[in-house]
């Protein structure tokens, strides 16, 4: 339902220097072979492997010097019987050799012979295309470019690269108890930390962020907010969505709009709305600022970058409640190979959210014991 109601992002053209975080955007195969000859693991010499059996210490093989090969300068000939070229770590093997010997089990005997203390090994030599082929599809469009990946593309042979649009997300925090920070707060007023939090977390997801401020709890108010929107993909709102006298957000979107969903099965969190408004997708999150910033890690991240959530599995160090009708997404603590409730789960303690490195997956119905596995989203 999700990928239904987002945009699909265009494709742009950007420099591998700018490529840290963006979506590919199409497949990239390999323009080159990596190596793109056959080279040296390590430095040594390089020889003929059946020349070198039965090398050790007590019986070291003698073999006469012909040259070097480093990396980008190889040796130029071919290397014949008994013979050997002194190689370092990235060159190419010549002609003629196949195993290379260590330098830490080599003796000099001049610069013109050297003794090998072991047999020479295949095993050290990297094949040409051993990592990858030219014209094979290493990256796949939908890929994130972390920085291994943006170095894999330049390895393919790649200056630019084709990565999705960002996309452009309009913020917008509702309610009339919400003031700016830094000003001076009443009794029953709180500071819009769901602006920053979920500002902070749309430029996490490499979106680009049109900051619509803050509208009162009236339809007028939020109807001319919306309207400034204009150019954005997505819509991302926060507060008025739950079932209060005061929750126009939702009731806009329900009479004005559209309602894809209303109300999920977790928490913190519950509330959660998706729908639209003249064409352009909203999210519409909870109010309260842990269900706010848990609803996008959940849902709207993996909506937005087509990345899903990474999981993983570990032994709970401190037992999990869980919900009779809802999945719970608690806070916990990583801790010594185990995962830790974190205590405080109101749904009011944002400073949880500061202190927990994970949320705790505790499936509908179900509930945890010390010592089970539990599934992990890290924070």
């Known amino acids: 339902m999700l990928a239904a ?66 990396a980008g300068v ?28 260590p330098v830490e089990q080599l003796t000099d005997e001049g610069s013109e012979a050297v003794l090998l203390a072991r047999p020479a090994s295949p095993t050290d030599v990297r094949p040409e295309g051993g990592d990858f082929r030219a014209g094979a599809t290493i990256l796949t469009a939908g890929t994130l470019l972390t920085p291994p990946r943006v170095a894999l593309a330049a390895a393919l042979g790649y200056a630019e690269i084709p990565v999705r649009r960002r996309l452009r997300v309009a913020l917008l925090s509702t309610g009339d108890e919400v003031i700016e920070p830094g000003q001076p707060l009443r009794p029953g007023q709180v500071y819009d930390s769901n602006r920053y939090g979920l500002q902070a977390m749309l430029e996490e997801c490499g979106c680009d962020v049109l900051a619509l401020g803050h509208a009162p709890d009236s339809p007028e108010a939020l ?12 819509l991302l709102t926060s507060g008025g969505v739950s079932m209060g006298r005061y929750d126009f957000m939702r009731d806009l979107l329900t009479l004005r709009g559209r309602v894809a969903f209303w109300k999920v099965r977790m928490r913190p969190g519950g509330p959660a709305l998706l ?105």
């Open 74 to 101: 190889p040796f130029p000939g071919t290397v014949g019987p008994g013979e050997c070229v002194r190689i370092y770590t990235g060159a190419p093997l010549p002609p003629g050799v196949d195993a290379i010997c």
């Open 223 to 234: 109807g001319e907010a919306i309207a400034q929107a204009g150019g954005a993909d997505v």
């Open 275 to 379: 729908g639209g408004w003249n064409g352009l997708p909203v999210f519409g999150l909870p109010g309260n600022p842990v269900s706010s910033l848990v609803v996008f890690h959940v849902i709207v991240r993996p909506a937005l970058t087509g990345q899903p959530v990474g999981t993983l599995r570990l032994r709970a160090g401190t037992p999990f409640r869980g919900l009779p009708d809802k999945t719970a997404f608690w806070r916990g603590v990583l801790r010594g190979g185990e995962v830790w409730d974190y205590g405080k789960q109101g749904s009011g303690v944002l400073r949880s959210l500061s202190e927990a490195n994970a949320l705790v997956v505790v499936p509908e119905g179900g509930a945890v014991q010390v010592g089970e596995e539990v599934e992990v989203m890290l924070l």
């Open 5 to 70: 109601l987002l945009p699909t992002p265009g494709v742009e053209t950007v420099p591998l220097s700018a490529a840290r975080g963006r979506t590919l955007g199409a497949d990239l195969r390999a323009r080159v072979s990596h190596p793109s000859a056959t080279e040296s693991a390590l430095d040594g010499i390089a020889a003929r492997e059946g020349d070198t059996l039965g090398a050790s210490p007590a019986s070291p093989v003698r073999l006469r010097v012909v040259g070097e090969s480093r």
